[in-house]
């Protein structure tokens, strides 16, 4: 069974950090892992997605890197801003479109 | 070009009562699956329909059913709701040829069980 975890659950910078988020899952044989965002009460907006057979994918100040062998991903945000405070959630994918398993999300605060 | 449609965006029904969510998927998309999502938690997955049938089903009771109508909407249907039940209920819609290209969700229905 898919197992998601992701470290810090929450997280409070100051504005203009860069920092990195933690997603680990214990099944290495994964379709894809994607990273939403999820304001407080609202729906999931999706991020970056990565294939498995992919490395990393790239949208502005978001990176994300995945090491499928190890089953670790990580979100870099750069140049952090307010407007990112937000709940961060990794989720994979066992297959074409398989169902989702996510981990618990990593609150995030940016403060000025 | 309309993402996921969820309605309604808030209901409070009381426990034993049924409740009836919709979805409309995002255009050219076919699959769709709902999630539950409790609190401080990520989403459970509930199920997902395909071409109008239950593909996937998470580890849910079957209190929870679902229908996927031929324009691909879809309605997910609790019945004897109980005080548990109470979560943000949110769709996802995929397309089944182009699963690399992930899911995208809607902005949920907000269930609270009295």
């Known amino acids: 069974k898919q197992e998601v975890t992701q470290i810090p659950a929450a997280l409070s910078v100051p504005e203009g950090e860069n920092l990195v988020l933690n997603c680990s899952f214990t099944?290495?044989?994964?379709?894809?892992l994607q990273w939403f965002r999820q304001d407080p009460g609202k729906g999931l907006t999706s991020l970056l997605l990565?294939?498995?057979?992919?490395r990393e994918q790239t949208s502005g100040r978001l990176n994300a890197s995945l090491d499928k062998s190890s089953g670790r991903s990580t979100l870099y945000i750069a140049a952090s801003q307010p407007g990112d405070s937000a709940t961060y959630l990794c989720a994979v994918s066992g297959g074409t479109a398989s169902k989702l398993t996510f981990g618990t999300g990593t609150r995030l605060q940016v403060t000025l | 070009d309309a993402g996921v449609t969820q309605s309604p965006t808030h209901l409070i029904k009381t426990r034993g009562q049924q409740v009836t969510l919709r979805c409309s998927p995002k255009s050219g998309h076919d699959t769709v699956s709902w999630y539950q999502q409790a609190l401080g938690q990520g989403p459970q997955f509930i199920f997902q329909?395909?071409?109008?049938?239950?593909?996937q089903r998470g580890n849910f009771p079957d209190r929870f059913s679902g229908h996927q109508f031929p324009n691909y909407s879809s309605e997910l249907n609790v019945n004897a709701l109980l005080l548990g039940d109470s979560a943000l209920y949110l769709c996802a819609s995929s397309s089944i040829n182009r699963g690399k290209d992930g899911y995208t969700f809607g902005s949920g229905t907000r269930l609270t069980v009295v």
């Open positions: 099944d290495s044989a994964i379709y894809n």
């Open positions: 990565i294939q498995s057979s992919q």
């Open positions: 329909y395909y071409e109008e049938e239950e593909r």
